[in-house]
């Protein structure tokens, strides 16, 4: 009989062949399946042959992880395994849930799994010790859109420094349903609003110190780029649909739509880094 308890797995990008041994005995094992399906989305066909390998999976939402109620009641009497896309601890932090079973003194173990953060660095051919801070591109909400991703990709230019930016999944922000994974073209409106919105604000990050400076100054610089910056866009990474393009920002909104979608942002490259990210470059 399997012991009672919690088990957070990560699954990965969405290659079933990519989880590990021990990630796949786990979810075989356990009484009760949840795939956490907010902040990351495997296509319906890879759920549809999971659940065929693995068992029933049921599909909840972010008030379900971040109220754990249900999950540990059912951990305290039955193993319930918790399926995160990527890593439980990378791309999606479950450190409160973990410390939530600890007090309610359910044991909880990690299985961990192929990240998006560890994955793509490499994968487009850039060394990962030259990454900066990475962010995420939200989609705007009404009336409120954010400048935190630009002044992150700015810093990190200002520093020499590669940056990651990940992609929003979900237009309402509610982490509820109905997600719908931002496409390039929806990133080069969000982007556009965001330096609309920077650029009217500016003058209001005045240099209090000397990190302040750096910020205002980068961000002054990167206004006057944006557009023609290179980036890599990388999408569906992990699975057989991955594609990897490089090219100028300003030309993702002719991209093509797929799954997830993510960029890196290079920094200057070495020799090495830049022969890389020339297999990527589109063929006019």
Not at 71 to 84: E, F, G, W
Not at 104 to 131: D, E, K, M, P
Not at 186 to 198: F, P, T, V
């Amino acid at each position: 009989m399997t012991e009672a308890g919690l088990v957070l797995i990560g699954i990965g990008m969405g290659a079933i062949d990519g989880m590990t041994v021990e990630a796949v005995q786990r979810m075989k094992n356990a009484d009760y399946r949840f795939l956490e399906a907010y902040t990351a989305r495997w296509f319906d066909e890879d759920v549809a042959r999971l659940e065929e390998l693995v068992g029933p999976v049921e599909l909840i939402m972010r008030p379900e992880v971040e109220n754990p109620e249900r999950i540990l009641s059912l951990a305290a009497k039955s193993a319930v395994a918790l399926l995160v896309i990527g890593d439980p601890l990378q791309a999606t932090t479950h450190v409160d849930l973990q410390l939530q079973a600890d007090a309610a003194a359910i044991s909880c173990h990690v299985v961990h799994g192929i990240s998006i953060t560890t994955l793509v660095t490499g994968a487009v051919g850039l060394s990962n010790y030259r990454f900066g801070r990475q962010t995420t591109l939200t989609y705007p909400y009404g009336e409120w859109i954010v400048t935190s991703p630009l002044e992150v990709i700015a810093v990190n230019r200002a520093l020499n420094m590669h940056t990651l930016v990940l992609f929003d999944l979900d237009p309402t922000g509610s982490g509820t349903g109905n997600q719908k994974p931002m496409q390039p073209r929806d990133a080069i409106n969000s982007i556009r609003l965001m330096c609309e919105k920077l650029n009217s604000s500016i003058d209001d990050m005045g240099p209090d110190d000397t990190l302040a400076a750096l910020r205002l100054e980068s961000c002054k610089k990167l206004l006057l780029e944006i557009e023609s910056i290179k980036c890599v866009l990388c999408s569906d990474m992990g699975t057989s649909r991955q594609g990897i393009n490089y090219g100028v920002l300003g030309e993702l909104i002719s991209s093509k739509e797929g799954g997830l979608h993510c960029m890196v942002i290079p920094a200057n490259e070495s020799d090495v880094e830049n022969a890389a990210l020339s297999r990527w470059a589109k063929q006019s």
